[in-house]
């Protein structure tokens, strides 16, 4: 049965909609009454997303296909959402990608897709969303960003340092826009159950051989990250064992670090 909707929550635009951690925080706006614009590069399940949400929480959703990673896709985006006269109160960031190996055994291309995307895409999409919001004076925005962010992971270099870009750029905008009406939260998950996980995990004999209780749910972390979006902290990292980590490398020696993370991906030696 349909929930009614709930006007006075907006709208929200979800990138990375389409499955793992940005399909679960498209259900949780979607329960809270905000309608939604899903965004993804693959239409069917966009689509399908979209119509099923529209049933269940009695939202209005609308599905635009659309790859971040190529120059002007977020000014696109932007331009459509304006013709619509469509304003954004929520933007979620979710959209990402993962490679595990070693730098050297990586394309270039490889290289700059993660940058693409990861960095180029997401600042982009804040380039264009943010300062109607900061002009409307409301809004939200929710970066999904990583654990790694925090650390030193050979074998996911590019991509840890990726994610260290967006934790950085959060943590200056919340700075920035403070007074706005705008917020802005980096949401820092550990390893999650997402198909990228299992993508990852086809291609790397370390990745499938972790443990299920270091693995989180998708539905856990967007419901933390929605609940830190709503309360406009700037940073949220789900899990006990995810925040004991990121304590212990923030306290310990950029050295100490070093050394560990090497000594694990050589196999202790």
Request: aromatic letters at 4%; a positive charge.
């Amino acid at each position: 049965m349909a929930n009614k909707q709930n006007d006075s929550s907006g709208t929200a635009l979800i990138t990375g909609a389409s499955s793992g951690i940005g399909e679960a925080l498209a259900v949780c706006f979607a329960r809270s009454g905000h309608n939604l614009v899903l965004v993804a590069r693959g239409a069917d399940k966009l689509k399908a997303l979209a119509k099923a949400l529209t049933a269940e929480h009695g939202i209005k959703t609308w599905a635009v296909p659309s790859d971040l990673s190529l120059p002007g896709a977020a000014a696109k985006l932007a331009a459509a959402m304006k013709r619509a006269r469509r304003p954004i109160d929520v933007l979620v960031n979710s959209a990402g990608v993962l490679e595990h190996g070693n730098f050297v055994d990586m394309t270039p291309a490889r290289h700059q897709q993660l940058i693409a995307l990861n960095v180029a895409g997401l600042t982009d999409m804040l380039a264009h969303f943010v300062p109607p919001m900061v002009a409307r004076g409301r809004g939200r925005v929710l970066n999904v960003a990583s654990i790694s962010a925090f650390q030193l992971l050979p074998s996911l270099a590019t991509y840890a340092a990726t994610k260290a870009y967006v934790l950085s750029l959060t943590e200056s905008l919340s700075e920035e826009l403070k007074g706005s009406g705008v917020t802005v939260t980096a949401l820092c998950p550990g390893i999650t159950a997402t198909h990228m996980l299992s993508q990852a995990k086809q291609a790397s004999k370390e990745l499938a051989k972790l443990p299920q209780f270091v693995i989180g749910s998708a539905e856990s972390v967007a419901e933390e990250g929605f609940d830190a979006c709503m309360k406009g902290e700037v940073i949220r990292v789900p899990g006990v064992l995810n925040q004991a980590t990121v304590l212990a490398s923030r306290a310990s020696p950029r050295w100490l670090l070093r050394r560990g993370s090497g000594a694990i991906v050589r196999g202790g030696e």
